[in-house]
């Protein structure tokens, strides 16, 4: 069973993407901002023995840390480089760009999202990934 951490300060967020993966099998893990994924993550602080999901779904406006900062941290642990990031925002086209360049982010989309092409992005990235 593939995991996912969730990554968005909007509760009513959080819980929809929880009950549509779970529906699908997938375990969720969850995280309010960048700050608490980076703990979740075990990456600051180190925490060897923290889960490493599958791929992560990243929103870009949060507070304490935002979903950019947090994708560089993530980039530059080993660790973390290579799970794929699936952003998920209410930003516009504006922001593709910016996570275009880096290597692991495998998807952009737009809230609000379609539940059925979301579901079918998530299971080709979490397929493509040999873990």
Aim: aromatic share 4%; hydrophobic share 45%; glycine share 6%.
């Amino acid at each position: 069973m593939a995991t996912i951490l969730v990554v968005d300060d909007e509760p009513d967020i959080v819980a929809l993407l929880k009950l549509l993966l779970e529906k699908e099998g997938y375990s969720v893990l969850e995280a309010s901002n960048g700050q608490v994924a980076l703990e979740r993550l075990g990456v600051e602080p180190p925490d060897p023995g923290a889960p490493r999901p599958d791929l992560i779904i990243l929103d870009i406006m949060m507070p304490v840390m935002d979903g950019h900062t947090l994708n560089t941290r993530l980039q530059s642990h080993p660790e973390t480089s290579v799970i794929p990031v699936l952003i998920l925002t209410a930003k516009g086209e504006k922001m593709r760009d910016l996570f275009q360049v880096a290597p692991n982010v495998a998807a952009y989309v737009q809230k609000p999202f379609e539940p059925k092409r979301l579901k079918s992005l998530i299971a080709g990235i979490i397929a493509g990934t040999s873990r």
